[in-house]
Nanobody, 123 residues
Framework: VQLQAYGGGSVQSGGSLRLSCAASGRTFSNNGVGWFRQAPGKERDFVAAISWRGGGTLYGDAVTGRFTISRDNARNTVTLEMNSLKPEDTAVYYC?????????????????WGQGTLVTVSS
């Protein structure tokens, strides 16, 4: 499966962006999907994850209340709505497909990764 993450860009602090992750090659409707991010010089961090039916979601502490993850299995896409963005949200954001139907905070539980999309938040 190939994952394409898109929707990144530059925005001012307090602004919003919507990231999308589209899959090709096979459906991931039976798998959890997650978003991770990596800022320059830092380790990869968990952002959000969603279960295969969308009924279960997980969020990283830094984004809880500001980001919302959702999915459309008919379109094989997952969306990350990012609001009230802060400069510390600046990073490359990656989507990933989990090995199981449930999303996870641990990147080791994901088998497919997209190429990443850059989000830059200026103060």
């Amino acid at each position: 499966v190939q994952l394409q993450a898109y929707g990144g860009g530059s925005v001012q602090s307090g602004g919003s962006l919507r990231l999308s992750c589209a899959a090709s090659g096979r459906t991931f409707s039976n798998n959890g999907v997650g978003w991770f991010r990596q800022a320059p010089g830092k380790e990869r961090d968990f952002v959000a994850a969603i279960s295969w039916r969308g009924g279960g979601t997980l969020y990283g502490d830094a984004v809880t209340g500001r980001f919302t993850i959702s999915r459309d299995n008919a379109r094989n896409t997952v969306t990350l709505e990012m609001n009230s963005l802060k400069p510390e949200d600046t990073a490359v954001y990656y989507c990933a497909v989990a090995r199981s139907p449930i999303g996870s905070r641990d990147g080791a539980n994901y088998q497919y990764w997209g190429q990443g999309t850059l989000v830059t938040v200026s103060s």
